[in-house]
């Protein structure tokens, strides 16, 4: 069966650190991979998507980056993390139909 | 995708049928109405979703109308724990496209 790992759970940051949250996906080839932050009380915001290894469409003009070196890693960077960055990403798997996500990483910047 | 209105809450009785709805009135042939929901601090978890006929699974039934332009999502016997933020979305089939955007959702409040 497939399953989606984020870590790590919670994550606290000071402003101009740098980031890497990594998100693996198992039981399945070629998938779709998703980030997406949600602020606290607002709605899930689509960051960046992936179709494949190296392809990476960018949602939102922001301070994030993100990367798939292999097929079923997905990784979100950042050189130098602001307070607005602050909020829950989750990472999201999907293949034909339903997407399926992961349990998500709370970060605070301070 | 087809951009999707839904009420920004509503209130439900325990033990009662929750019926959700969606507004999709520019949903196009190949998009498929797909519903998930997002309890307080985790991953949105997927219901259920259809293109025109009707469907239901273990967890809820979704309604579509005939003309496709609303639907709504049916939670027979709703429980306390089915409290959360609902999405419904209208995204093309995976041959057209890949993305997966989530609107405001509905805050579906189950009161005992």
């Known amino acids: 069966s497939q399953t989606i790992h984020q870590w790590p759970a919670t994550l606290v940051q000071p402003v101009g650190s740098p980031l890497s949250l990594e998100c693996t996906v198992e039981g399945t080839s070629n998938p779709n991979l998703y980030w997406y932050r949600q602020a606290a009380g607002r709605g899930l915001q689509l960051l960046f998507y992936s179709v494949g290894i190296g392809q990476i469409s960018s949602e939102v003009p922001q301070n994030l980056s993100a990367s798939r070196p292999q097929d079923r890693q997905f990784i979100l960077s950042s050189k130098k993390l602001l307070l607005s960055d602050s909020g829950f990403y989750l990472c999201a798997w999907s293949v034909t139909t339903e997407a399926f996500f992961g349990q998500g990483t709370r970060l605070t910047v301070v | ?112």
């Open chain 2, 1 to 112: 995708d087809a951009k999707t209105t839904q009420p920004p809450s509503m209130d439900c009785a325990e033990g009662r049928a929750a019926n959700l709805p969606c507004n999709h009135s520019t949903i196009s042939g190949n998009e498929y109405v797909y519903w998930y929901r997002q309890i307080h601090s985790q991953g949105p978890q997927y219901i259920i979703h259809g293109l025109k006929n009707n469907e239901t699974n273990e967890m809820a039934s979704l309604i579509i109308t005939e003309d496709r332009k609303s639907s709504t999502l049916i939670l027979p016997h709703a429980t306390l724990r089915d409290t959360a933020v609902y999405y419904c979305i209208a995204r093309a089939s995976y041959l057209y496209g890949n993305k997966l955007v989530f609107g405001a959702g509905t805050i579906l409040r189950v009161k005992s």
